[in-house]
């Protein structure tokens, strides 16, 4: 019994099955009761007939539709991410019992329409009624299914589908003992769900903290990923004058990070992009450079914060983990620098972004861009042999190849 319900057809199977059943059954109250439901909410004879074999022959294009796209996306899923994610995929409940809702009002509507009968003039009103009702529950459940679907074959809710299989699998045969061997120490707010955190909501942990008279430290950094009972908050003063389920919710926690308030994940994507394309399309790597380096020229002369954040009063009461000026330098360069070393275009492209930050940064963030430099002419080094190559890609180029100053030139003025 266990393996036939990890079976893919087993649940819309036993769906299409109980719509089969339930249509017998109205149709019998139907039959025994024709004027159960008036026409008014039917329709005609005539019409309703239209209606439902219009449903009937829309559910099986939808149900064909699915299951195509359904597939490709498991292929896709295998192919870039894992074989042995299909199982997940398979086993999903969510995604076995929309199958069996669209293929059962398929097979409902289909016997309400045989049901009519034009020439008596007969409807079977309460059949005609719950495919009807089968129809709108389809039409819902589609738009939850398309966005169920657009999220669950993303890496993280890949990663998130297996991660919460696993994890229920180790609650059922191994005892959690993390509660027990954690100090119960009052000062410490730990979280209640695993997840990437996603909002902090400075001002109102600043005023929960002047409420309660005592200092708040955001242990984990926006977008650091939490697991469940680790530490969120820790108190620095009157532990007990704080509503630690109140603190909890005003740091979100999400299966996946956001751009409004996370800046540091559209690095993250921008490097991502540019690290996968380096050997393959440079091109590409050097695209995904012009967009960092127009993001760090933005952080240039910015004041960042300093993770300190205080009341109306000036007392300090919220202490958070922030990415400083050399975080942001390191995110968008280090991981491209390495995967492009070999790419003369990467390292010209990489080169000139970093001698145009250290003209425009003041002196004080240009420990940074020089440690930079210097990684960047040594990894060269490593992967070019030829000194001419080594020269050629150290030379600061906006376009990789193409206006540098050995493939560029300025007209003179002078020439007529």
């Known amino acids: 019994m266990r393996r036939l319900a990890h079976q893919l057809w087993a649940v819309p199977l036993g769906c299409v099955a109980l719509c089969l059943v339930v249509a ?128 669950a074959l993303r890496v993280s809710g890949l990663i998130d589908l297996v991660g919460d299989n696993l994890h229920g699998q180790l609650a059922a045969r191994f005892p959690d003992r993390l509660a027990d061997l954690a100090p119960d120490d009052p000062a410490v707010v730990s979280a209640t769900e695993a997840g990437e955190v996603v909002r902090i909501q400075h001002g109102q942990l600043v005023e929960e903290a002047e409420r309660a008279g005592c200092l708040l430290e955001l242990v984990p950094a926006m977008g650091d990923f939490v697991p469940n009972g680790a530490p969120l908050l820790r108190v620095h003063g009157d532990a007990g004058r704080v509503d630690p389920d109140r603190l909890r919710r005003l740091v979100g926690v999400a299966d996946e990070r956001t751009h409004d308030t996370d800046p540091a994940y559209g690095f993250r994507k921008l490097v991502d992009i540019a690290t996968r394309s380096a050997r393959q399309d440079p091109t590409t790597t050097v695209q995904a450079v012009h967009r960092l380096h127009d993001a760090l020229r933005h952080l240039a002369v910015a004041e960042l914060p300093d993770g300190r954040h205080r009341d109306a009063a000036g007392e300090l009461r919220l202490l958070t983990r922030e990415v400083t000026w050399d975080g942001y330098v ?44 210097g990684l960047l002419e040594a990894g060269v080094r490593r992967a070019l042999d030829a000194d001419d190559d080594i020269a050629s890609a150290l030379t600061p180029d906006g376009q990789g190849i193409g206006s540098g100053p050995d493939v560029s030139r300025v007209g003179d003025r002078n020439d007529r």
């Open 24 to 151: 017998v059954a109205a149709v019998a109250i139907d039959r025994a009761h024709p004027d159960l439901v008036p026409t008014t909410l039917t329709g005609t004879p005539s019409g309703a007939q239209t209606v439902l074999t219009t449903i009937a022959s829309s559910m099986i294009t939808l149900v064909t539709l699915v299951l195509t796209v359904v597939t490709v996306g498991i292929q896709l899923a295998m192919g870039q991410f894992s074989p042995r994610i299909v199982q997940a995929l398979l086993r999903d409940r969510g995604n076995r019992l929309s199958f069996g809702l669209f293929g059962g009002t398929a097979v409902f509507t289909t016997l309400a329409a045989i049901q009519v009968d034009d020439q008596r003039g007969f409807v079977p009103g309460l059949t005609v009624l719950l495919a009807y009702a089968l129809t709108l529950a389809s039409l819902v459940v589609l738009v939850l299914y398309v966005d169920r679907a657009g999220r």
């Open 330 to 373: 390191r995110l968008a360069f280090d991981e491209v620098r390495t995967a492009g070393a070999s790419q003369p275009q990467v390292g010209r492209r990489l080169r000139s972004a970093l001698v145009d930050l250290k003209a425009i940064t003041p002196e004080s963030r240009h420990a940074v861009l020089d440690y930079e430099l």
